[in-house]
């Protein structure tokens, strides 16, 4: 992330910082420079500070899976003792993902896609994987193809709104 905000991979400590929400208010120009990196626009800027979701969600997230008529989709958040969070899917995606917004009052996840189309993960999360994921910077996509095998993990960023 270093790298894509700042283009300079050595100041991971101050991408922690902001993502753990150990600044508080960070200046406008550093918001401005996550803004670019994350390819948030202004319309979401504005819904993002003021802490709610954006208005063009949608509750299903069937349109950004390859769902046949005689399968249902399967998604199931995990987290894991190492504390990173996946999120397991059976339905291979029909679209690009760009990140993964938490808003960790709503205990709800969106994910966005690259041409900005917003889908909520639909159901309240549990208050342990809020927990989990507050600390987070990326969760990771998983494919499942079967009971004993899965695909390589995706990794994503992770937005944290409180």
Known sequence: MAELVYG???RKN????IENGKVQNPHEKTVDLYT????IDA?????LRAGKPPPNMVDTL???FEVSRDKSLYTEIAV???????IFHDCPLKVEILRVELFVSDRQIIWVTKDHRKRSFGSELKE????SMSDLAEVYFIRLYSDKEWGEPVEYPLLVIN
């Open 128 to 131: 342990s994987i809020v927990q």
């Open 8 to 10: 300079d991979g050595s």
């Open 62 to 64: 069937v349109d950004f």
């Open 14 to 17: 101050e991408v922690s910082k």
């Open 80 to 86: 894991h003792k190492s504390g990173k969070v996946a």
């Open 36 to 39: 670019v990196a994350l390819d």
């Open 43 to 47: 319309d979401e800027i504005a819904s």
